[in-house]
């Protein structure tokens, strides 16, 4: 069974337990979620926290539990869920928007995090608040 995409995203992040995150970890974190929209690798994200990319790929999986390149596209996922949610834009649109350099890989990747295509999550969205009386476009 799939989570909400942001009950999810929380759970990624807490997999470090009760350790304290690293002021470097955090660091890059902050830095992909203020730069997600663009074109991001580990080799700008490490060079951004003062570390080479091979220990921040280590240290980073260390405490969130996932890969640099998986937490980056849950990220966007995230925010593509917030554009599905709140507006009317094309879901290419979206895609783009958010830093994906493809729909294709939008498409897989928000697939696999959430269980629906984001065509199903839009329409599912919209029967939900259909019920509560607030209109939605599709």
């Known amino acids: 069974m799939k989570m909400s995409p942001k009950h999810e995203s929380k759970q990624v992040r807490l997999q470090n337990g009760d350790r304290a995150e690293r002021v470097e970890i955090w660091k890059a974190r902050k830095f992909i979620e203020e730069h997600s929209s663009e074109e991001l690798s580990l080799t700008r994200v490490a060079q951004a926290v003062n570390m080479s990319g091979n220990y921040l790929s280590e240290k980073f999986k260390d405490v969130t539990g996932v890969n640099f390149v998986e937490y980056v596209a849950r990220v966007r996922f995230e925010e593509a869920c917030d554009f599905l949610e709140n507006g009317d834009r094309r879901i290419s ?46």
């Open 93 to 138: 649109e979206i895609a783009f928007a958010v830093g994906f350099q493809s729909l294709s890989q939008f498409n897989r990747t928000f697939k696999k995090l959430s269980g629906t295509s984001p065509t199903q999550y839009r329409h599912s969205l919209a029967k939900t608040r259909g019920r509560s009386g607030v209109d939605i476009k599709i």
